[in-house]
T-cell receptor
């Protein structure tokens, strides 16, 4: 069993829809949770970073962490075609070594 | 965040040869890492590049295959040795910022024939 499981997708949504992305994890030592966006042929770009249970909002993006259920989510409101990318969840304990989910490819249709 | 550059951005190599990838950060950073992203897969940590000492490798990765250097706080290299087609991947370096967040370089796309 992988340490981090991510809903595989792909997801295709119309412009303006809410995108919901999810990951579960098994290692209770994970304390830091991140979402990265990766465009084709580019490096991962950090979107959200959080270390506590609850919600964190940044513009159209909301990251949600539930440590008791070992579950994290990313919501994208009012999705745009420019949001079309692969989204990767990642997490670590105190050593900064990231464990990644497999990624979910999202296409936002204009 | 620091600006991270990698050279080369891509390369096509023959089986049995070696390639050295460079990672340059525009400010001093404490921690640097090397990751691999195989085709259609997510990122896997290869090793932590330690300044002035030997790199710390993750399970499944060994120094003879992936020697790493980090001569100072802004520069690191990863060598992929004695390459085979299975080494075809994107190789990425990353750094830890002062806010404890991790940023990635643009990656080096390697194809081994």
């Amino acid at each position: 069993q992988k340490e981090v499981e991510q809903d595989p997708g792909p997801l295709s949504v119309p412009e303006g829809a809410i995108v919901s992305l999810n990951c579960t994890y098994s290692n209770s030592a994970f304390q830091y949770f991140m979402w990265y966006r990766q465009y084709s042929r580019k490096g991962p770009e950090l979107l959200m970073y959080t270390y506590s249970s609850g919600n964190k909002e940044d513009g159209r993006f909301t990251a949600q962490v539930d440590k008791s259920s070992k579950y994290i989510s990313l919501f994208i409101r009012d999705s745009q075609p420019s949001d079309s990318a692969t989204y990767l969840c990642a997490m670590s304990d105190n050593d900064y070594k990231l464990s990644f989910g497999a990624g979910t490819t999202v296409t936002v249709r204009a | 965040s620091a600006v991270i550059s990698q050279k080369p951005s891509r390369d096509i190599c023959q089986r049995g040869t070696s390639l050295t990838i460079q990672c340059q950060v525009d400010s001093q950073v404490t921690m640097m890492f090397w990751y691999r992203q195989q085709p259609g897969q997510s990122l896997t940590l290869i090793a932590t590049a330690n300044q002035g000492s030997e790199a710390t490798y993750e399970s499944g990765f060994v120094i003879d295959k992936f020697p790493i250097s980090r001569p100072n706080l802004t520069f690191s290299t990863l060598t992929v040795s004695n390459m085979s087609p299975e080494d075809s991947s994107i190789y990425l370096c990353s750094e830890i910022s002062v806010t404890d967040t991790q940023y990635f370089g643009p990656g080096t796309r390697l194809t081994v024939l």
